[in-house]
């Protein structure tokens, strides 16, 4: 074989078969250079009477796995052509294989469509997942799959994002062989024996099947509930539907000029925003790749309870043994049986199997005596929001844990600090704030004390990939990030409240925005009384009176929310919210005792007090140094707080609106903007230029 360097795809020959291998690391995204490179080599192949196929593979350890994200807003010209190549290739005289390793996503994916033949691994993996940035396939995507797999397989491929493995797609028509043993060799013999096929199979040339305006209208039903609200769905919809109908060159054209629409659309801004702050979320200041880091191989969690049992099901699920403690038997059971019901509900479901479940219970071993944990490599309390309680078992901890082990709490709003001073090694204690249920919920808010050391806060950041979790790293305050804003969101739901909102009024103005849940149903099911605790613990704290809200008087009525069946709204069926007569009652004696004279409140001012009531506490921590970034906030809220990712968070929204509205939106609402809010506006910048500003040093 020779081989030459050509931009980012190098050419080789194997006999008559000329090999075009994309090396764009570490994923091939189909970046500037890559085309130019695939051109060259197809260049080649025309010329050359002995090139008798192409099969183009991809170097290292994946095909394409999409498009280079960071090439969308760059101007026509500059930008990759995709939709260029693939039309060249499209008429492409001689056959062309796609080799599949890896994974074949996007614009990955539409290069293999265009190619006449697709070969894989039984392992890659194929999709195109365009609709979780905000987008949609935007090469022929929308028109080739469904005339490979039908009209139903392409809008389930579409709409999920999510990827087929190859064997599956083998058996739908989207792979045409499996290749066992080594890739290259499989295409290379494929292409061989396809180098006299006549005519050369184009997918442009078949008709879609399995279309029917029952299938369409159904789809744009479904969409209503599992995309609510979003802009690309309903266009992936009528594309696939175009593809079903109408001739290739109709829907080719159609998909460029909607593929134009939505990646302009702030949906698609906002999801490509959360794509890239997922990932800058885990470069933390001053922190090193060299920064030595401890194994972590087992851990110890204090406490059985829902939080307890379910960061244990995290570590069960990466592999890690786990000893949980508690205090009674009866409470130890418990909660082993909970683990152990999650799982096997999991199981019914199909999504693993009973061997799994009892593979993940023999990991966990439960214990009365916190003695047992003498071992651990991590040790995570996660006990009652209680600062003595903690820190008595904190100084025991101390006495018990090996050397080198991390002393992690799992408090949500307690002083770190102070909990690290119960112990002799406050280097090694660090915040693990999970959240509820730990098991389901990405996010972790890694809570950075004054004295921990940069070596435990590198194998916290780690440990939090192994587990399948987003880590945020946070500094220390009183509720972190997630629970101080949403405490001042609370506050400010109270307030519209007060002043003449129903509380599914206030609920209400969070859904138009994207919210699955508003202020008061978010409060009830994580428990009144968790908020009525904090309130109490603040005040004593602060010196001052016991607080007395109408929330207040709600949990004093024994009302703790829906664990109770009754908090701010009555729960008849245990789970869905029903406006409720008590709290009304409350309401009108609180109001007339207090002076307050109720009015209308808009939907309107309801969503912008609310959610810039978030922005504002959000720019107050920034200038705290409590949070690294404004988009490590947004982070936090699509993962822990159910703030939609299409949004791209609060911080985020707030830069779609501009500052300078929120400002001035603030300031009529009575609100004080926080200084850096107000320099941003007044400079006409944004959070996301302050976050590039402040990286640049």
């Not at 992690?408 to 002799?424: G, Q």
């Not at 609060?650 to 004080?672: I, N, R």
Request: charged residues 25%; negative net charge.
């Amino acid at each position: 074989m020779t081989s030459e360097q050509k931009n980012l795809v190098d050419q080789s020959r194997d006999g008559e078969i000329l090999i075009l291998t994309i090396q764009n690391p570490p994923v091939n995204a189909f970046g500037v250079g890559v085309p130019e490179g695939l051109h060259a080599g197809l260049d080649v192949a025309e010329r050359d009477d002995s090139v008798r196929a192409v099969v183009i593979i991809g170097g290292g350890r994946t095909f394409v796995a999409g498009a280079d994200i960071r090439t969308f807003d760059l101007p026509a010209g500059k930008a990759p052509d995709l939709r260029g190549f693939i039309q060249r290739l499209d008429a492409f005289q001689k056959p062309t294989v796609a080799a599949i390793h890896g994974a074949a996503l996007g614009g990955g994916l539409e290069v293999a469509l265009a190619c006449h033949y697709r070969v894989a691994t039984p392992d890659a993996q194929l999709g195109l997942p365009e609709v979780k940035l905000g987008v949609l396939p935007g090469a022929g995507g929308t028109q080739r799959l469904p005339r490979v797999v039908g009209a139903a397989k392409a809008l389930e491929m579409m709409l999920s994002g999510n990827p087929l493995k190859a064997e599956e797609a083998e058996q739908i028509g989207l792979i045409d062989e499996l290749i066992d043993g080594d890739l290259l060799s499989g295409a290379v013999a494929f292409a061989r024996a396809h180098v006299d096929a006549t005519p050369l199979p184009r997918v442009s040339e078949k008709a879609a099947e399995g279309g029917s305006p029952e299938l369409f209208a159904a789809a744009r039903d479904g969409i209503k509930k599992t995309h609510k609200g979003q802009y690309s769905p309903g266009l992936i919809v009528d594309l696939a539907e175009l593809a079903t109908t109408r001739p290739f060159a109709e829907g080719w054209d159609a998909e460029a000029a909607l593929f134009m629409q939505a990646k302009d659309s702030p949906q698609s801004r906002g999801l490509r925003h959360i794509f890239f702050a997922e990932r800058e979320a885990g470069k933390i200041a001053g922190l090193g790749r060299d920064t030595p880091q401890t194994e972590i191989k087992s851990a110890g969690i204090i406490g059985a309870g829902t939080m307890g049992g379910g960061i244990a099901m995290n570590f069960l699920n990466a592999g890690l043994p786990v000893m949980i403690v508690e205090t009674t038997q009866e409470a130890l059971d418990r909660g082993l049986s909970v683990v152990r019901k999650n799982y096997e509900n999991t199981a019914k479901k199909g999504r693993m199997s009973l061997d799994d479940v009892e593979k993940r219970m023999a990991l966990l071993t439960p214990t009365l005596s916190m003695d047992d944990l003498k071992d651990a490599d991590i040790i995570i309390e996660a006990v009652f929001e209680n600062m003595d309680v903690k820190k008595e078992i904190f100084t025991r901890l101390d006495s018990i844990a090996r050397p080198g082990a991390i002393l992690a709490t799992n408090t949500s709003t307690l002083d770190v600090n102070e909990i690290a001073s119960a112990t002799s090694r406050p280097e090694s204690v660090i915040g693990l704030h999970f959240f509820s249920p730990a098991n389901v919920m990405r996010l972790l808010e890694i809570v950075r004390a004054e004295k921990t050391s940069d070596s435990v806060l590198a194998t916290s950041m780690a440990l939090a990939k192994k587990i399948k979790k987003v880590g945020v790293v946070v500094g220390v305050c009183d509720g972190f990030v997630g629970n101080r804003m949403v405490h001042r969101y609370g506050d400010e739901a109270r307030k519209l409240v007060e002043e003449g909102a129903r509380p599914q009024d206030a609920d209400a103005a969070m859904h138009t925005l994207g919210l699955p849940m508003g202020p008061f149903e978010m409060s009830d099911m994580a428990g009144l009384d968790v908020g009525y605790l904090i309130r109490q613990h603040q005040a004593q704290v602060a010196g001052q009176p016991k607080p007395d809200g109408w929330l207040d008087r709600i949990v004093e009525a024994g009302r703790k929310g829906q664990k109770t069946q009754a908090g701010i709204y009555d729960y008849p069926d245990g789970r869905k919210p029903v406006p409720a007569a008590s709290t009304d009652e409350v309401l009108s004696s609180y109001r007339s005792e207090k002076g307050l004279t109720p009015r209308e409140v808009g939907q309107e001012e309801a969503t912008k007090r609310l959610t810039y009531s978030l922005v504002n506490e959000g720019a107050q921590i920034l200038d705290e140094g409590i949070a690294q970034r404004a988009s490590d906030i947004d982070v936090i809220y699509v993962y822990g707080y159910g703030f939609p990712a299409y949004r791209g968070g609060p911080m985020k929204y707030a830069d779609e609106q501009g500052l300078k509205s929120v400002v001035a939106d603030l300031e009529q609402y009575g609100q004080t903007p926080a200084p850096l809010l107000k320099k941003l506006a007044d400079e006409g910048k944004t959070f996301a230029e302050w976050d590039k500003e402040k990286a640049r040093g």
